[in-house]
């Protein structure tokens, strides 16, 4: 989304015009974004639990307090940002800002889901609104560190995601009433794991219930047939120590215990509600689980991986596969699940919660003429139709990216990317 930072941060009309034409239009009439400033987690806190970046900072967040009706509910949201598989890997990562706070921006701007307008979200516009920066590399749920000597990094995502809590239970998280746990990518996979967990936090009362954005990563094999994600995600768990904090229902259930944490193997454990927002084409799912550059060595792919209607009819094809393994992976959610809901699009996105362009705008993607932030509302309340699934591609037009938007390959490669070792 380096469109919309360039909206924020410059308000260069003429390279905006230039760079986004009709597809962040919408960016222009917002006259106000809402700009939340960072909170360190207190040292104390933190060293109780040990709980620290990689690179041994304190953890952060951005609260931004609910006020009127909402003032009792709270919304709390994980950052993403891909996860780091090996010691080069966290090493590096340990020295940018996605593995230390000090490094990180101290200023967010709350949009989407976390906008405090009502005309631009509804229903928790009014919540307290958190969101929680991700700095650990194993979506909130590692407990170990590295030390041969010479280099030592903290791999403490478990204890980060309890010492946030702790910190906001006595600004009145304590108190709750109605509770959202949400996150987008890694941080959408990061809800998955930590979503009955949030419960224990919380008054017994509490409604408490989950959206995990564009977190549903397939087990799935890549086009040259290689268990690529799963080699990956193998790799986080073991070095960052996450497989003692998976469901353990989950862990004694399979072989291998490690696949616990892809949510298609999770999800029938999880007790609390739980919305699934994802697209069906997830755009880094296709770039790096299903056609990873290692499985593309003669670059088949590159015109169709960043221009949809240049796919070949055969490129086509796998994509609607991808898209069917999606749906018969949360078939049994879908069709047993009363309290659970889901919004399967076919737009070509990853993360459509955040930014609202995607979660609720005049222009926004729609599924039987509904709104992202519409239907989130509507299961969260229990107020009506709470499970849709777009028609495959080409579907109904209310997508904007069949072809990414300038800025998405530095965006969503070069920062959510799989690492040297793919
Ligand atoms: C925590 O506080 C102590 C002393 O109060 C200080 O020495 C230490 O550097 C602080 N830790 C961090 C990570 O800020
Ligand atoms: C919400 O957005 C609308 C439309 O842009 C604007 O008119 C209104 O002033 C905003 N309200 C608040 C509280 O910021
Ligand atoms: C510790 O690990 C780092 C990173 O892998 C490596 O560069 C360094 O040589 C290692 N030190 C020792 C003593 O093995
Ligand atoms: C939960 O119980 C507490 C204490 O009895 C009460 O103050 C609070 O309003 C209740 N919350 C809900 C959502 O019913
Ligand atoms: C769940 O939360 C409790 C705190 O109530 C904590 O002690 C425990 O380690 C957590 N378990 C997992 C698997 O996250
Ligand atoms: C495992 O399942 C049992 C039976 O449904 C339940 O009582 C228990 O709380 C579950 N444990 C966890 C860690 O979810
Ligand atoms: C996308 O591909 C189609 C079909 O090959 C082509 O007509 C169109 O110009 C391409 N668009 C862009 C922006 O490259
Ligand atoms: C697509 O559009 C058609 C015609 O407007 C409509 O009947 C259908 O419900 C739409 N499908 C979805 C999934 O929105
Ligand atoms: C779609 O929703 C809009 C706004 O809620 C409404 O005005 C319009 O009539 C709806 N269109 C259809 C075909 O239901
Ligand atoms: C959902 O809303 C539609 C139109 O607003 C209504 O016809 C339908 O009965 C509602 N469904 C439920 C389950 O409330």
Known sequence: MVVVVVVVKFSVVVLLLLMCAPWCAYSLVVPYRLQVGMTLVKNST?????????????????FSKGFGSGARNWLLQFEGGGWCNDVESCL????????????????????????????????????????????????????????????????????????????????????????????CSAGGLAVFLHCDNFSKFLPRNATVKCLSDAGFFLDVKDVA?????????????????????????CTSSLIDPKLCF???????????????????????QFHNILVPSL??????????????????????KILQDFRLAMLEDSYSF??????????????FAHCQSEQQETWLAADSP?????????????????????KLIDDPYPCNSSCHNTIPPA???????????????L
Not at 46 to 62: I, M, R, T, V
Not at 407 to 421: A, H, P, S
């Open 366 to 386: 729609i599924v039987h003429n509904k709104t992202i932030a519409k239907v989130v509302g509507n299961w969260y309340f229990e107020r009506n139709e709470t």
């Open 225 to 249: 047939m290689h268990e690529t994600i799963r080699t990956l995600y193998h790799d986080v768990v073991t070095l960052q120590g996450v497989e003692q904090n998976l469901d353990q229902n």
């Open 92 to 183: 590096a990562r340990a020295n940018t800002r996605r593995g230390s706070t000090n490094l990180m921006t101290k200023v967010e701007t709350f949009n989407g889901i976390l906008s405090n307008n009502e005309s631009f979200n509804p229903d928790f516009y009014n919540w307290n609104r958190v969101k929680l920066r991700y700095c650990d590399g194993a979506s909130f749920a590692g407990d170990s560190t590295f030390d041969n000597g010479t280099s030592f990094m903290y791999f403490r995502g478990q204890k980060i995601w309890q010492a946030m809590l702790l910190d906001l239970l006595p600004k009145g998280l304590a108190r709750a009433e109605k509770a959202l746990l949400s996150g």
């Open 295 to 316: 499985a593309d060595p003669r670059k088949e792919w590159k015109y169709c991986k960043y221009n949809i209607s240049a796919c070949t009819e055969s490129q086509m």
């Open 334 to 347: 879908y069709k047993h699940s009363t309290s659970g809901g889901m919004f399967i699009n076919s737009c």
């Open 407 to 421: 800025g998405y390959i530095i965006t969503q490669e070069n920062i959510l990317g799989l690492q040297r070792k």
């Open 46 to 62: 933190a060293k109780a639990l040990g709980a620290y970046c990689l690179d041994g900072s304190l953890p952060g967040y951005h």
């Open 262 to 284: 892809f949510p298609q193997h999770n999800l029938g454990f999880i007790k609390n509600p739980m919305f699934i927002l994802n697209s069906a084409y997830d755009m880094w």
